[in-house]
Nanobody, 130 residues
Framework: QLQLVESGGAVVEPGGSLRLHCTAA?????????????VGWFRQAPGKEREGIAS????????LILDSVRGRFTVSRDNAKNTVWLEMNGLNSDDTGIYYC??????????????????WGQGTQVTVSS
């Protein structure tokens, strides 16, 4: 079964930057290949619901970014490396939370809705604090 593993979370000072990684593994004949999946990034702050941050289609032809982080966050991928990145700049305390990547097998359908995604990673903690 497809497995997603996030990494790159850390404690960072306000104004700092982080690059999160989402690596996929476990592709079989049934799961296909990385270039068949749209991937999204989500975060969950303490006491809040999980919200969609970014989404990128399988071919990288289209991406979505949450309005509140647009201009600070970018999403990219390399299917040959089975990896999707979330580049985060200008971090502030509102960006603190657990960041998850997720995937669904509709290649060219971006969405920030968690319910659209089937496969989820375990998350990586991002803490913005001075």
């Amino acid at each position: 079964q497809l497995q997603l593993v996030e990494s790159g979370g850390a404690v960072v000072e306000p104004g700092g930057s982080l690059r999160l990684h989402c690596t996929a593994a476990g592709f079989t004949l049934d799961e296909g290949a990385m270039d068949e999946y749209t991937v999204g990034w989500f975060r969950q702050a303490p006491g809040k619901e999980r919200e969609g941050i970014a989404s990128i289609t399988a071919s990288s032809s289209r991406s979505l970014i949450l309005d509140s982080v647009r201009g600070r966050f970018t999403v990219s991928r390399d299917n040959a490396k089975n990896t999707v990145w979330l580049e985060m700049n200008g971090l502030n305390s509102d960006d603190t939370g657990i960041y998850y990547c997720a995937a669904h097998r509709t290649p060219e359908w971006c969405s920030l809705r968690p319910a659209q995604y089937v496969y989820w990673g375990q998350g990586t903690q991002v803490t913005v604090s001075s």
